[in-house]
């Protein structure tokens, strides 16, 4: 289980960071909010804790950037304001869970938890990368509100680059996929040459989306969310 936490108070994040990895999390920090976002939106968390106290740009503003980019990004809010005011000001930002400082870990623990089991059911069908809406139960994709059709080929490639975001996906790994989904189909189907002609066609595709697939020399691709204008 993958957790983004950021906050600024340096003895706070060390003693969370170290009480989360005990508890069996991968922990992932930034101490401003300029670092949070660009991690939110460039790599793939489980789960995200955010200080509203953030220097740079304030947690509320990450979170608001944050729900807009990935609605089903499960986010959780610290803060040292504890009232109803701003309690309510924070879930309308689109906050999942609400946590007033000072805590205790268990019930911290336990709120991370909770989100994590809530969002579960969806997380393996439904993808939300930018603006693009990958449905892989219902084989839907969409960009913003247009429907995209993807040939077999294409579905299953964006599907591996999808599952692997943020990490090198190799020719040799697209070759496998594509062979165990058809084990009839010929060597040529995932020859390079053809395997490049499919991901020109994905990024075509991909433009609108904000969604760039790079080419790492002499090791695969990379799909990456484009940083916010």
């Keep these: 289980m993958r957790i983004l936490l950021a906050e600024d108070d340096a003895i706070l994040s060390d003693a969370l960071t170290a009480n989360l990895q005990h508890a069996g999390f991968e922990v992932e920090t930034a101490d401003n909010g300029a670092v949070a976002e660009y991690l939110l939106l460039r790599q793939q968390f489980d789960v995200a804790v955010l200080d509203i106290g953030l220097p740079m740009v304030d947690g509320l503003t990450v979170l608001k ?96 680059l999808l599952s692997q975001r943020d990490k090198v996906v190799t020719k040799d790994q697209i070759a496998q996929v594509w062979s165990g989904e058809r084990p009839d189909a010929g060597r040529s189907d995932a020859a390079p040459g053809s395997i490049e002609v499919y991901i020109h066609r994905l990024r075509r595709k991909l433009e609108p989306s904000g969604i760039t697939i790079r080419t790492v020399r002499g090791l695969g691709y990379l799909l990456e969310l484009d940083a916010p204008a």
């Design 65 to 160: 950037r944050a729900r807009a980019a990935k609605p089903e990004q499960p986010i959780l809010l610290l803060t040292a304001l504890c009232d109803l005011e701003h309690r309510v000001e924070g879930l309308n930002a689109g906050a999942d869970d609400y946590l007033t400082k000072p805590f205790d870990f268990p019930e911290l623990e336990a709120r991370l938890r909770a989100l994590l089991r809530r969002a579960k059911p969806s997380a393996g069908s439904v993808q939300q990368v930018g603006e693009l809406t990958f449905d892989r139960e219902a084989r839907r994709a969409s960009i913003g509100s247009e429907a995209v059709d993807f040939s077999p080929r294409e579905w299953t490639l964006l599907d591996l």
